[in-house]
């Protein structure tokens, strides 16, 4: 027997046909299994929904942003996990999160250049774009994700407080990247065997936050790192890089915060002593009452972390079989194992793991559910990865709200059909 898809690519396509660009943040819409659809409820928590207006370049975004496919933050737009299911491995780029610290800045791959300079090098020396288009090139699936993906969980279900973009679990994508190994570039330009420190920074504005004028956004990366799968991209799922996600040319930086991911790099700093940034001094690390007064180390790599493919809050028919699906990922490698529990935590089963299984990506899965009790219930996912990280119940609380990694969950109210 079919099992309801809530992924059904045509019943979404619908749904949205149906819906005015006002009410589309609120009414989400779900199929059930004869083909009738129903009102999802409105989102519970939706002062979350912190939307820049309707001026679309109120954000600095230069892409559109529709609400059933994102949810603003001020300069920045988080990927609806609900809009993922008619969307296959990779994030298409129109649905991409983007996380700008200023806004997107408009570049001209013509006339860039790319400058490396530093005491690590043995001379300065700048490439342009056609140099890095001709040179050998590499394509990876990389997964980017924000150090700040899934803040907001630790107000709404830890009850503690948090600073910065209160992210739900959207601050993430995969894509395919093509680009110049960073190390090809690094030994076109001579960097001698003593360099420690490499730090790209961007042509975006100057971020200025409480009145003090940080500069650029820039942020250092250990030399061994820069050299052994770093990627300056140029393209993103086979286009040139869009505007707002690096264009003409950006870092990826597989497995690491997705801050390391420097966009529209204008200039790369190689340096024999270490290297420091407000990026790395002031935020980006670890505060508050579980770590030492000047902060925890700067971060690296990210956690492990299970979204399901669902609208918060998703309303449900008892008695029906749904088909649920989500996706895991971990900064350390492949995801081994997940495990679903739908009645809020008290029983576990395996999913099954479909599609490519690839580290510094996601792994997706699925498990079917036929709610009998109508109510709220809470739908929980947790993954372990092949170095054996399990996502835990309750993630150590820090000033800024990073690297939240609990199992999260879901809720869905049930009714009856
Ligand atoms: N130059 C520059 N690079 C940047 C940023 C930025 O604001 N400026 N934001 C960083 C952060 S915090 C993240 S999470 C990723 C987001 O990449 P995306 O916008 O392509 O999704 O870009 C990183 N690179
Ligand atoms: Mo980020």
Known sequence: MPYENLDDEAVRRRARAGRTP?????????????????????????????RAGDDPSASGIVKPLPPELFVEHETNAEMRWDAMGDVGFHVPNDRFFV???????????????????????????????????????????????????????????????????????????????????LATVLERAGITPD??????????????????????????????????????????NDEPLPPDHGHPVRLVVPGWIGLASVKWVGDIEVSTSPLSSPWNTE??????DAYPPQGGAPLTTQGVRSAFELPWNATLVAGRPYLLRGRSWS?????????????GGATWQRAPLRGPH????????QVTWKPAETGRHF????????????QPSHTTHNDFGYLFDAVVRHPVTVVSG
């Open 195 to 236: 360099a420690v420190d490499v730090m790209a920074r961007g042509l975006d504005p100057a971020y200025v936050a409480d009145g003090v004028d940080h500069g650029r956004v820039r942020r250092p990366i250990p030399a061994a790192k820069a050299l052994r799968d770093v990627i300056l991209a140029y393209e993103m």
């Open 22 to 50: 006002q009410e589309a943040p609120d009414r989400l819409r779900l199929a059930t299994v004869d083909g009738r659809t129903l009102d999802d409820k409105d989102l519970d928590d939706r002062d979350l929904d912190d």
């Open 99 to 181: 996380r700008n610290h200023t806004s997107t800045p408009i570049v001209d791959a013509a006339t860039w250049r790319l400058r490396l300079h530093g005491t690590g090098l043995s001379a300065p020396r700048s490439f342009g774009y056609e140099e890095l288009l001709a040179m050998p090139s590499v394509t990876r699936d990389v997964a980017i994700e924000c150090a700040g993906n899934g803040r907001s969980l630790f107000t709404t279900q830890q009850h503690q407080e948090v600073a910065g973009t209160p992210w739900r679990l959207g601050g993430i994508g995969v894509a395919r990247w093509r680009g110049v190994p």
């Open 283 to 288: 935020f980006y690390r670890m505060f508050g």
């Open 331 to 343: 900064g350390n490698g492949r995801i081994a194992d997940v495990e679903v529990s739908l009645d």
């Open 379 to 390: 739908l929980l996912a947790r993954a372990t990865d092949e170095t054996g990280a399990v």
């Open 358 to 365: 690839v580290a510094s990506t996601w792994t997706r899965w």
